[in-house]
């Protein structure tokens, strides 16, 4: 007959045993939820470490009340920009006591899905929402159970955001060229209309800023130097819409001297197209994209720095001051502070940050050359 061996599972009831003292208090000094004289909690310190006690992750959740689970709902979530935000939010999370769940998003239907049903206490304490602007419903949803929200990379009136300005961004791209002699400028992007519902895309406000550096600069605007990919926002890389947008731009009568990405991947793919029909980047072709992803740097991409990961540090770190002051409160009058009175607290100090967004100089660009495209 085999032997079995037993596990001995310690429990706050033999801390309290052996300490001497009520399993209330040995609670206290777990969760630091009430004073505890210096002399009680190191006895109680002394029976912990002598019975290596480890409390349960489901006992101390239910007696906080709380998850210790943070949902973070992001589309397409393998996308270079995403990733970089969401190492930012991973980064801080990593050093809190919470864990955190991502909720991927990669149609109108799961969005919708996500936004109605992750936004409840029973299955988070806070939620941050990347990329994505909150519509009438949705405000409706990540409002129901009055959970703190922080918006990454958009952004709304009722609610924290952490966000860039893309129109600041563009126009700086393009007065670059502007500078380096080009008037010849086209744009390439992505949807101004997204089937997840965005209230505005990135390339639509990137397009608005490429319109006005123009403007401003007293340079023509040319509909046929504008090419909107429609297919970039059901997440495919769609590398050959990009190249058949560059072909055409450069097979055209007036074909520019520089081009605009709204995204460095788009950006690589016009590179990619160029030198396929024999350009030179960027002595026939400069080339500027938007993102600064970690590739950018590798092929030598002039780009917009939108500070991607700070702007997902920031959300997270936003959050987590969110729930301590939630947390605080609630201590200081020694209830369940009514989360629609801090709600209502919270929204009069809705705070909207904006991250930097800057040039970065690299190979892709150069100064107008005296010369003919010739396309083969």
């Not at 208090?25 to 969760?31: A, D, G, P, Y």
Request: charged fraction near 20%; hydrophobic fraction near 40%; charge should be negative.
């Amino acid at each position: 007959m085999k032997n079995t061996a037993t596990v001995q599972i310690t429990t706050i009831h033999d801390v309290a045993k052996r300490a001497g003292v009520a399993t209330a208090t040995v609670s206290r000094v777990l969760n630091n939820t009430a004073p505890v004289s210096d002399s009680t909690r190191k006895i109680v310190q002394t029976a912990i470490d002598e019975l290596n006690f480890v409390p349960s992750p489901n006992a101390r959740k239910l007696s906080w009340g709380k998850t210790f689970t943070i949902a973070c709902i992001v589309p397409f979530f393998t996308r270079p920009s995403f990733v970089e935000r969401l190492r930012g939010i991973v980064g801080v999370f990593e050093d809190s006591d919470y864990d955190l769940i991502v909720y991927n998003v990669e149609s109108a239907h799961r969005r919708a899905q996500y936004f109605n049903e992750v936004p409840r206490p029973d299955r988070c304490d806070g939620v941050i929402v990347v990329s994505m602007t909150p519509n009438d419903n949705d405000v409706n949803a990540l409002k129901r159970f009055n959970l703190p929200v922080v918006l990454v990379d958009s952004h709304h009136p009722q609610f924290h955001s952490i966000s860039e300005d893309s129109e600041e961004g563009a126009a700086k791209a393009v007065n670059h060229l502007i500078e380096l002699g080009h008037n010849k400028i086209a744009f390439i992007g992505g949807p101004l209309k997204d089937t997840l519902n965005f209230e505005a895309t990135s390339s639509a406000r990137r397009l608005k800023g490429y319109k006005q550096a123009l403007q401003n600069a007293n340079i023509a605007f040319k509909d046929d130097y504008v090419c909107v990919d429609n297919n970039f926002a059901i997440g495919s890389k769609n590398g050959n819409t990009v190249k058949a947008f560059t072909l055409q731009l450069m097979h055209s009568n007036h074909p520019p001297t520089a081009i605009f990405a709204a995204s460095d991947f788009q950006a690589m793919g016009v590179m990619q197209a160029a030198r396929s029909v024999g350009l030179r980047v960027p002595e026939d072709l400069s080339v500027v994209g938007y993102d600064d992803i970690e590739l950018a740097e590798h092929l030598s991409l002039t780009t917009i720095n939108q500070s991607l990961r700070l702007s997902g540090e920031r959300g997270a770190t936003l959050l987590l001051e969110t729930l301590s002051i939630l947390s605080n409160e609630s201590k200081k009058e020694n209830i369940s502070l009514s989360h629609q009175s801090f709600i209502d607290d919270y929204a009069e100090k809705v705070i909207h940050e904006k991250v930097p967004v800057d040039l970065v100089l690299r190979a892709s660009t150069a100064p107008l050359l005296d010369r003919q495209h010739i396309v083969t």
